[in-house]
């Protein structure tokens, strides 16, 4: 048997409080249900009929997604480094990787679940269809109205 022993709980810092907090995007909106000062990101988007986030690349950041309702297509970077479509279909989850080029779109109005490393680095925007420049850090925060 192991002498290890199982981590101890410091109830100081914890809060039973829920957390949502809504981020409206040109595309549609985020609701980010995981606080901020944890090491992952969890959040929903809700992405309009026929909007597409930006084609972005991040260099810092994976993302997996997982539809919980409507029809949307990823456009994604495959292997041959070819860009392709693929429809997210309910029941099983989609990921990317560091530096694979992708955009989410809405088919109809959809709900995304997306899960992610940290929400570091810059997301380098290489089209966006509302002009909008590279996420860094803290244009990050501008646009969430946390500077």
Same mark, same amino acid.
């Given at each position: 048997?192991s002498?290890?022993?199982p981590?101890? =709980?410091d ?10 907090k809504? $981020? ?9 249900? $995981?606080? %901020? ?5 969890g ?11 930006s084609?972005? $690349? ?7 997604? =997982?539809i919980?309702? #409507?029809?949307?297509?990823v ?8 860009? $392709? ?6 029941g099983?989850g989609?990921?990317?990787?560091i530096?694979?080029r992708?955009r989410?779109? #809405?088919?109809?109005d ?10 570091? #680095?810059?997301t380098?925007?290489?089209?966006d269809?509302?002009a909008?420049?590279? %996420? ?9 109205? %946390?500077a």
């Amino acid at each position: 048997m192991s002498d290890a022993q199982p981590p101890t =709980f410091d109830p100081s810092s914890f809060s039973t409080a829920s957390y949502i907090k809504r $981020v409206e995007k040109p595309w549609g909106y985020e609701l980010h249900w $995981v606080p %901020e000062n944890v090491p992952y990101m969890g959040k929903v988007l809700h992405i309009n009929k026929g909007a597409r986030l930006s084609m972005q $690349v991040h260099d810092q950041k994976q993302e997996s997604w =997982f539809i919980i309702s #409507g029809r949307a297509l990823v456009i994604w970077e495959d292997s041959q480094g070819q860009l $392709v479509e693929t429809e997210l279909r309910p029941g099983v989850g989609y990921s990317t990787h560091i530096g694979q080029r992708h955009r989410l779109k #809405g088919i109809t109005d959809c709900d995304i679940v997306e899960v992610s490393t940290p929400e570091l #680095g810059t997301t380098w925007r290489l089209e966006d269809d509302y002009a909008r420049p590279h %996420e860094t850090p803290e244009q990050r925060k501008k646009e969430r109205g %946390e500077a």
